[in-house]
């Protein structure tokens, strides 16, 4: 969950990203919630190994991990939308 980790990892180009997102944050940063979706992602990366997932094949979080990554990069509203598809949360990275 570590800042310049996760910058990296949203930078390197993806195979299964569409198109390369930009960092909407301050100063060329990435926003609270692309680091909070990119945790989100980096973490099921390391989980799935390589396995893919989509439509009708989705992995539930576990509460621990959500909550940590919740803690670290909270919305500033404090709300949360939960489960997206894929076409969906790439238009808010």
């Known amino acids: 969950m570590d800042s310049g980790v996760l910058e990296t990892y949203f930078r390197i180009p993806k195979v299964n990203w ?3 997102p930009k ?4 100063n ?3 926003s609270v919630k692309q680091f909070r979706l990119t945790a989100y992602r980096h ?3 390391w989980v799935l190994q ?6 009708g094949r989705q992995v539930v979080l ?3 991990v959500v909550q940590a990554i919740r803690q670290r990069y909270p ?3 404090g709300q949360y939308c939960g489960h997206q598809e894929a076409e969906d949360a790439q238009d808010d990275l």
């Open 75 to 77: 919305a500033p509203d």
């Open 18 to 20: 569409k198109r390369q």
């Open 43 to 45: 973490f099921l990366e």
């Open 62 to 64: 576990p509460a621990c």
């Open 23 to 26: 960092p909407t944050g301050p």
């Open 50 to 55: 390589g396995e893919r997932l989509g439509r």
């Open 28 to 30: 060329g940063r990435l």
